[in-house]
Every structure is written in structure tokens, then in C-alpha cells.
């Protein structure tokens, strides 16, 4: 018994080697709190000027009394500061700008103003020169924007269902003629009839009947070639734009008519357009 013992506490004992189990714990946790830590300081933003003023606070407190002027204020940096630069904000020269856009609205105005004054200045002739037509009911001028219309009434102009015009009114056209070659630009001469029908060996229709009275106009102040023939547009319209319904016989003869329309300034280009077109 007592050798068995002897025997027991001869034996050399096992050392245990490393650190004991509870520092491998620890070790983690701190490295994990480290973790945590840095990855708050990466989100974290240091807002310099916030640390200046503290800094000059305790600066006055502690009686530092050295001064470091700054240029500029510092600010605090992000990613999207790294990483994109700021556009540098101009200045609009709103003086310049608007200057600009009045001139052009005066010029505008002096441009658009010019042939109305023409205009005007163009029916007062008319009226003028054709008084006595126009107090007897067989003329009547009128002006759509830069535009002269001078409607020939059929009374004392046509007879019924003709397209020769009478004697008595070639002086009528004489005197429109002398003030037409005067202005520059397209002249539409259209041809205009009332609501019933017409049937004859010369004229099959109110179609043929508007034309050819427009026609017969225009050769006669063609006549004495102080007009270009390119200037004269013939239309002839019959009895489908009315100035008044073709309900009597007053209406009837107002819508009996042919009309001259004058566009100043059109006579290089070529494009034109009806009058009605003007009217909208």
C-alpha cells in the first residue's frame, strides 16, 4: 500500500501549456468592440469649424492668446464632397437679357406697324378716289389686317347672268386700276354669286358665271399693261361663301359680288392664300 503511493507521487506530472480559456473569450470580445468601434469612426463625419469654435473657446479659457487667422471657414467632408466637385454657380446678366428683348420687341413693333400705316394710307385714296361709287352702293372697301378688300357690288357693274360689265362703270375701274399699280403685291380678284341656280347656253353653273365675271375684271384692268399680269390671282367661289344667308332679295344682291383683295408686299413670292384664310 504504502509503495503504491510512493510510486503514485514519483510520476512527473503533466504541465499545461497556453493561456487559459477565459483570455480567448476576452481576446474576442475586444476584438469585436474594436470592430464596432472603427466602423463608427469610418461613419463618422469630423465637423472641423464645430471643433474650431470649441477649440477657440477653450483656447480663450485657458488664456492661449495665439491667434491663426483662416482664409476660409473650414467645412466638413463626405464622399459625395471627395468625390464629385461642385459646378461654379455664373452669374445671369438679367441687364443684358432684358435690354436685349426690348430692343427686339420695339424693332418688332416698327416692322409690323409699317404697312398698316401703308394701309391706311392706301384706303384713304381708295375712298377718296371712289366717293361717288361708294355713296351710290356699287363699291365698298374694307381693310383685315395689312389687307384691302374692295367689293364690286353686281348692281350697275353686271347685269343679271352676264359677265360683261356695263359701260357706266369702266370709270369705277379706271380709278381702281390707277391706284392698284401704285401698291406692290399680289391682287386676288374672286368671283362671288348668290344661292340660285343658273342654267344658260354661255354659263352652266354659278361656278362658271363667278369666273368669268372675275375674268372679265382682270382683262380690263390688264388693258392698259401699267399692271404685271403675275400679280392677278382669279377665283371664282359661286355661291359658296356668302356674306349674308340668301334668305331675301337684299341679302341675295349684297352676296352678288366681286372682290379685290390686295396683299401688299407678295409679290416676289409666290405663295398666296385665299382671304378667308386671313379671317380666322
Given at each position: ?9 514519483d ?64 467645412k ?21 437679357i ?20 401703308d ?13 361717288h ?27 343679271s ?64 399693261h ?55
Amino acid at each position: 500500500m504504502e509503495q503504491d503511493w510512493a510510486t503514485a507521487e514519483d510520476e512527473p506530472r503533466e504541465e499545461r501549456t497556453g493561456a487559459p480559456a477565459w483570455v480567448i473569450t476576452l481576446a474576442d470580445l475586444m476584438s469585436l468592440l474594436m470592430s464596432f468601434f472603427v466602423l463608427l469612426l469610418s461613419f463618422s463625419e469630423m465637423d472641423v469649424l464645430k471643433y474650431k469654435q470649441v477649440a477657440g473657446s477653450m483656447k480663450f479659457a485657458f488664456g492661449v492668446q495665439r491667434e491663426i487667422k483662416v482664409k476660409e471657414p473650414p467645412k466638413g467632408t463626405s464622399i459625395i464632397a471627395q468625390e464629385f466637385s461642385p459646378g461654379r454657380p455664373r452669374p445671369t446678366p438679367w441687364n443684358e437679357i432684358r435690354q436685349d428683348t426690348i430692343d427686339e420687341t420695339k424693332q418688332t413693333l416698327d416692322f409690323s406697324d409699317a404697312p398698316i400705316q401703308d394701309t391706311e394710307a392706301e384706303v384713304a385714296e381708295l375712298q377718296d378716289k371712289l366717293q361717288h361709287e361708294i355713296d351710290e352702293g356699287l363699291i365698298t372697301i374694307e381693310t383685315i389686317k395689312d389687307r384691302i378688300i374692295i367689293r364690286i357690288q353686281e348692281k350697275g357693274s353686271f347685269p343679271s347672268g352676264s359677265a360683261i360689265f356695263s359701260r357706266e362703270f369702266k370709270p369705277a375701274l379706271d380709278k381702281i386700276r390707277a391706284i392698284l399699280k401704285k401698291i406692290e403685291g399680289k391682287l386676288i380678284v374672286a368671283g362671288h354669286t348668290d344661292d340660285r341656280p343658273i342654267q344658260t347656253s354661255r354659263f352652266r353653273s354659278n361656278w362658271e358665271l363667278s369666273t368669268a365675271r372675275a375674268v372679265s375684271v382682270v382683262h380690263y384692268l390688264l388693258a392698259t399693261h401699267e399692271i404685271s399680269p403675275g400679280r392677278f390671282v382669279l377665283e371664282g367661289y359661286a355661291d359658296t361663301q356668302p356674306l349674308a344667308p340668301n334668305e331675301n332679295a337684299a341679302n341675295r344682291a349684297r352676296n352678288r359680288r366681286i372682290e379685290i383683295t390686295v396683299l401688299p408686299g407678295e409679290e416676289q413670292d409666290g405663295a398666296w392664300r385665299s382671304i378667308r384664310d386671313f379671317d380666322s
